[in-house]
């Protein structure tokens, strides 16, 4: 791994605010250690403050799983970037396959959720990835490219630099079935070449991929020794401490 990696923990509707404490401060004695790895939480936007107060001081973000295109206003039951960043928030994660599919949003309302997380101070962690329809009709690089291209859109390329990508393949999520390393070296080489032809080199240079979809402790070492994997998106194996800070040292001993 030449970049900085990252490991993510994406809670998703697990864990509210009593739970979520308890599991950050298990975290914060854990990882407290760990220098080598960017880490960052995923909680439910209701144990987000609770998880901001115990990891504050620590090198462990909080990150908001899903904002909403504007930065506020009448749109009744959505959270706002700004607020996200007031709250102590300094990641979003943007176009989760489970926010496009049950939420409806479209590439377009990507785009500009990933321009409300830059202008709110947050830095966005863009999801893309190819349903198994797309896989198998060998559609996975025109799908995939598609969804950065116009996630990306129009922002500049300093601002893309600051995103990190996550390919998570929709048939990996939640289903224990990962994709193999050799498949997601694959895709991520493809798209770091589409990002050196479409901005100056530095962009794909420094823009972190990482990959997600049933990443666990004993498949971690092998994906995360991949050239163009610069980390994981870890849903399920994310609400076992034991078996997130394993995989934080797997991308610890890969670095
Ligand atoms: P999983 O989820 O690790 O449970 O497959 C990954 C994600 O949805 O980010």
Not at 192 to 199: D, F, G, N, S, V
């Amino acid at each position: 791994m030449t970049r900085r990696p990252f490991i993510a923990g994406n809670w998703k509707l697990h864990m509210g605010p009593d739970r979520a404490r308890q599991h950050a401060e298990s975290l914060r004695v854990r990882l407290l250690g760990e220098e080598r790895v960017d880490l960052a939480v995923f909680p439910t936007d209701l144990s987000i403050g609770v998880v901001t107060a115990v990891l504050h001081d620590t090198a462990i973000h909080v990150g908001v799983q899903h904002i909403a295109q504007e930065p506020e206003g009448a749109w009744t039951g959505q959270t706002s970037a700004r607020h996200a960043r007031l709250a102590g928030c300094h990641r979003a994660l943007i176009g989760h396959s489970e926010v496009r599919q049950y939420l409806g949003v479209t590439d377009e309302g990507i785009h500009q959720r990933a321009r409300q997380c830059l202008s709110s101070g947050m830095l966005p962690v863009i999801c893309l990835g190819e349903s198994l329809a797309q896989r198998e009709a060998g559609h996975v690089e025109h799908t995939l490219l598609r969804q950065l291209e116009l996630a990306l859109g129009s922002l500049e390329p300093d601002e893309v630099a600051t995103c990190t990508v996550a390919y998570e393949p929709v048939w990996a999520i939640g289903t224990g079935k990962s994709a193999t390393p050799a498949q997601v070296q694959e895709v991520h080489g493809m798209l770091r070449t589409w990002l050196r032809a479409h901005y100056p080199g530095f962009v794909a240079d420094q823009t972190r991929i990482l990959y997600g979809g049933s990443v666990k402790p004993n498949n971690a070492s092998e994906i995360l020794a991949q050239p163009d994997v610069d980390g994981a998106l870890v849903g399920g194996a994310s609400l076992d401490v034991d078996a997130f800070t394993r995989i934080v040292e797997a991308a610890s001993a890969a670095a």
